[in-house]
């Protein structure tokens, strides 16, 4: 099983809201998660992103591959 470090899209339409999740590859983009690992609310004044550093490293470290995005969530939150 391929583990994949990518968003998954609630909220109303057009009132997007994402939760970073760790989910098999082959999931639909609703499927069922393994593990949320974060928020992200691009609609509020600051982009709110909320993210479990240590648990995204732990799903790294073993072998899951993160999408671009979440890439560069990761990224911004460390410059924080």
Do not use: F, H
Not at 25 to 51: H, M, S
Not at 58 to 68: D, Q, R, T, V
């Amino acid at each position: 099983m391929a583990v994949r470090l990518r968003l998954q899209r609630s909220g109303k339409p057009k009132r997007p809201y994402y939760k970073i999740v760790a989910i098999d590859q082959r999931a639909k983009r609703d499927g069922q998660p393994i593990e949320i690992l974060g928020q992200y609310d691009p609609i509020a004044q600051d982009n709110k992103c909320n993210v479990n550093m240590e648990r995204i490293n732990y799903w790294l470290n073993i072998g899951a591959k993160a999408s671009e995005t979440v890439v560069a969530l990761i990224k911004k939150n460390q410059t924080i």
